[in-house]
């Protein structure tokens, strides 16, 4: 019997610089919503549940998406990606497997990257296995600390929290992720606040189940575009024109 799998999308930003009361994943490029660019491509995979955080402006989302089959959840106070995927916690009291935790301003996401990060997750027999991509930019991204020479994740350092020699570092963190879903929920409990910017990390889970003896991978997506989010009106542009180049 395969292993269930079943996403979490990350939906509940304003998107302050995209200077806009527009919720930040119902952007456009090419006539459709980014958050629905990514939900098609994950509709593709047949998890067995998918569940969505929303808050500002949520209902507006909801109704975007209503044409999916999507569990969503409420994050009223946006406190961070951690605190994000917390919310959603109510939807996985009864589900034992595997978890793909994504944001929905990533738009081009590929299945097949999906699908290769689940068997990187797989093979590795990880707690926790992270998408990561070369960005010639890397500023605003957490960073990727990898065991030299191997797929061993063993650290994700936020971009305002980073050092000098860290911020030389050009792999970075995407933000899509596979999760054991009880390493996910039992890290969550640990997971605290005490960072640059106050708010819950997902990330500090990856320290976290290491600093418990768990397995973290990390994988390279072969295409950034892939990887890339929307988080201002600039970025947005420059991913319309890779659209418009594929």
Not at 25 to 39: D, T
Not at 121 to 140: I, K
Request: glycine share 6%.
């Amino acid at each position: 019997m395969f292993e269930k799998k079943a996403a979490i999308i990350l939906a509940a930003g304003k998107g302050k610089r995209m200077h806009s009361s527009l919720p930040k994943v119902l952007h456009q490029i090419g006539g459709k919503s980014l958050v629905r660019y990514l939900i098609e491509t994950i509709s593709t995979l047949n998890l067995d549940r998918i569940s969505m955080v929303v808050g500002y402006k949520g209902e507006m989302v909801i109704q975007e998406l209503s044409d999916f089959d999507i569990d969503f959840v409420w994050q009223k106070d946006q406190l961070g990606t951690g605190h994000a995927v917390q919310t959603a916690r109510e939807n996985f009291g009864d589900f034992d497997g595997t978890i793909l935790v994504a944001a929905g301003d990533v738009p081009f996401l590929s299945a097949g990257t999906i699908l290769e990060l689940f068997k990187i997750h797989e093979r590795n027999e990880a707690s926790a296995t992270c998408l990561s991509a070369d960005f010639d930019n890397p500023e605003g991204y957490g960073r990727i600390i990898r065991q030299p020479d191997s797929d061993i994740l063993l650290d994700i350092i936020e971009d305002s929290d980073a050092d000098p020699e860290t911020l030389k570092i050009r792999e970075i963190n995407t933000g899509t992720f596979c999760f054991n879903s009880c390493d996910l929920f039992y890290a969550l409990t640990k997971v605290n606040n005490s960072n640059s910017q106050k708010e819950y990390y997902l990330t500090d889970t990856i320290k976290i189940l290491r600093n418990a003896g768990k397995t973290c991978a990390v994988w390279k997506a072969a295409n950034p575009v892939e990887a890339k989010g929307v988080n201002s009106l600039e970025q947005l542009l420059t991913l319309e024109k890779e659209f418009k180049k594929s």
